[in-house]
């Protein structure tokens, strides 16, 4: 999911059907997902969208994953 969303730049809605068929999991586990990522302070989420809120592992992740 945190992949999916560096390599979007930001997502608005991550339980929307077209993040869903991309990530390839179901709405509720993304919605589980992003709420411990943002407990954690890997995803933040700024004007209703969701980032990757460290920009050395945005780069990381669009790099080598």
């Not at 919605?31 to 989420?45: H, N, S, T, Y």
Request: a positive charge.
């Amino acid at each position: 999911v945190c992949t999916q969303i560096a390599k979007s730049g930001s997502v608005a809605m991550p339980q929307g059907k077209e993040f869903v068929r991309s990530a390839g999991l179901t709405a509720r586990s993304i919605g589980k997902i992003v709420a411990r990522l943002m407990d954690r302070g890997i995803l933040e989420q700024n004007d209703s969208a969701y980032r990757v809120a460290d920009p050395l592992l945005n780069y990381y992740l669009l790099i080598y994953r």
